[in-house]
Nanobody, 125 residues
Framework: QVQLVESGGGLVQAGDSLRLSCAASGRTFSPYHMGWFRQAPGPEREFVAAITWTDNAYYADFVKGRFTISRDNAKKTVYLQMNSLNAEDTGVYYC???????????????????WGQGTQVTVSS
């Protein structure tokens, strides 16, 4: 079993920054790829950013230039630095992990094997 624990969410004002962290533990193995998704009030969970084992980073258009994803393999942790936050960034942010070769694009939920419980980000305008 694999566990993912997100942290770093909170309540901030528009224009502020937050850094989310997601630590993996349990039966993880390399190579692994990690991603962030978010869910605003509503049924859809949308892609935010992802980083592959080879450090290729992918971003949703609405976060390009504002968010940066990075990873620390020694700590099995992925980070999401979020700058210039706005009210539309409000939601629950989930991290996910895929171990082994990628079978589909990292921008889709189906690419991942395990998910964290999520961390709430609230941006007041």
């Amino acid at each position: 079993q694999v566990q993912l624990v997100e942290s770093g969410g909170g309540l901030v004002q528009a224009g502020d920054s937050l850094r989310l962290s997601c630590a993996a533990s349990g039966r993880t193995f390399s190579p692994y790829h990690m991603g962030w998704f978010r869910q605003a009030p509503g049924p859809e969970r949308e892609f935010v950013a992802a980083i592959t084992w080879t450090d290729n980073a992918y971003y949703a258009d609405f976060v390009k230039g504002r968010f940066t994803i990075s990873r620390d393999n020694a700590k099995k942790t992925v980070y999401l630095q979020m700058n210039s936050l706005n009210a539309e960034d409000t939601g629950v942010y989930y991290c996910a992990i895929r171990m082994g070769p990628l079978l589909t694009t990292v921008t889709t939920m189906s690419a991942y094997d395990y998910w964290g419980q999520g961390t709430q980000v609230t941006v007041s305008s």
